[in-house]
């Protein structure tokens, strides 16, 4: 790729802030336990009994941010091979990695943004494991884990189609404020090659399964509404200025 513009991500102060909450949780019921036999707390009924609900409280908070952890890094892994693979790609143009997008109401951070020869793209990374289930028009998609010994678990997901839709109209109306009219295509991109998409979609619905089949995607993709040099340098002129804005 020509040009690289990695913007700020905004979830890893959050990471950090999970990362040192759970820490501190980890630690505190230890540290009360310890208390509550070196001091014999025990023997105080009322102290005993706040004691235990403190350590019941510390134990829930930091499975609760673990969980939050776990979600937000395994997001950021997929970002970053997301920045590696754009990187690969062998045209003229620039990507916008992690861009915060803002138009009136609407506030959102599109993984990727690619103004290139042949338009503009939006991708949105994903790195989930085990099975993915759904339908473009649902709410929600499901996503299975099968471990070991047989145990199953099941979770729900935000629709990252009708996800990427809304990030397509707030860089459309971005576009639109500046006076321009511009096509932009989407694409859903799940970095974890072992994921099983079980999926229901549109023929205009792009989704691609690793690095080699979004490079491929991207390199390959036809359409009419190529750009010239000056109109993919007015683009990231308009998303450069909108995203300073922010």
């Not at 990030?167 to 009219?181: L, M, P, T, W």
């Not at 090659?193 to 979004?214: P, W």
């Amino acid at each position: 790729m020509k040009k690289v513009i990695r913007c700020k991500n905004l979830n890893n102060r959050k990471i950090l802030a999970l990362l040192i909450i759970q820490v501190f949780m980890g630690v505190s019921p230890v540290l009360l336990l310890i208390s509550f036999v070196s001091f014999r707390l025990y023997e105080h009924k009322i102290l005993a009994i706040i004691i235990i609900v403190l350590i019941f409280l510390c134990n829930a908070a930091y499975m609760i941010t673990a969980r939050r952890y776990n979600i937000l890094n395994s997001g950021r892994r997929g970002e970053k091979m997301l920045y590696k693979t754009v990187k690969k790609l062998n045209t003229n143009g620039v990507v916008f990695v992690n861009l915060p997008i803002r138009y009136k109401g609407g506030r959102s951070e599109a993984d990727a943004v690619i103004i290139g020869e042949k338009g503009i793209v939006i991708i949105e990374a994903k790195n989930h494991s085990g099975s993915i289930s759904g339908s473009w028009k649902a709410e929600k998609w499901t996503q299975t884990k099968y471990y070991p010994k047989g145990k199953i678990t099941t979770a729900e997901m935000e629709n990252p189609i009708k996800q990427m839709r809304r990030q397509r109209d707030i860089v459309k109306s971005i576009f639109n404020a500046s006076g321009e009219n511009v096509w932009v295509d989407t694409v859903l991109y799940f970095s974890n090659e072992s994921v099983r998409l079980k999926l229901d979609l549109r023929e205009s619905d792009y989704v691609c399964l690793g690095s080699n089949e979004l490079l491929n995607f991207l390199q390959n993709h036809k359409t009419n509404r190529k750009l010239s040099p000056e109109q993919m340098k007015k683009y990231e002129k308009i998303l450069n200025e909108a995203r300073l804005k922010i």
